[in-house]
């Protein structure tokens, strides 16, 4: 019976981003955010590539601020209540899904 060594299994990242999300990319050479209008814009640059999206800043029902927050994709609104504030995006303006 051969020896088997845990390092030759691949880990959980490993069959995620080969199966799944694709190779996670080095860092970003700029990321930059600003907020107008009570709208918060996300920019981020690799190589001669850029891309913007604005997230949805959902604010707790009560509560005095300053708010704990959480970034989700969709929506998290039992959250709301509790209150913590939301910030969602949609990642297809961040990556494409492919299927």
């Given at each position: 019976?051969?020896?088997?060594?845990?390092?030759?299994?691949?880990?959980?990242?490993?069959?995620?981003?080969?199966?799944?999300?694709?190779?996670?990319?080095?860092?970003?050479?700029?990321?930059?955010?600003?907020?107008?209008?009570?709208?918060?814009?996300?920019?981020?640059?690799?190589?001669?590539?850029?891309?913007?999206?604005?997230?949805?800043?959902?604010?707790?029902?009560?509560g005095p601020a300053p708010?704990?927050?959480?970034?989700?994709?969709?929506?998290?609104?039992?959250?709301?209540?509790?209150?913590?504030?939301?910030?969602?995006?949609?990642?297809?303006?961040?990556?494409?899904?492919?299927?």
């Open positions: 019976m051969p020896l088997i060594i845990i390092q030759n299994f691949p880990t959980h990242s490993d069959l995620l981003m080969n199966l799944e999300l694709g190779t996670k990319p080095g860092k970003p050479d700029a990321v930059s955010g600003s907020i107008s209008g009570g709208n918060l814009t996300i920019t981020a640059t690799v190589n001669d590539t850029t891309i913007s999206f604005i997230p949805t800043i959902t604010y707790p029902l009560n708010y704990l927050a959480i970034i989700a994709f969709g929506s998290l609104t039992i959250l709301a209540l509790s209150g913590v504030a939301i910030i969602t995006y949609n990642n297809d303006e961040i990556g494409a899904q492919i299927n």
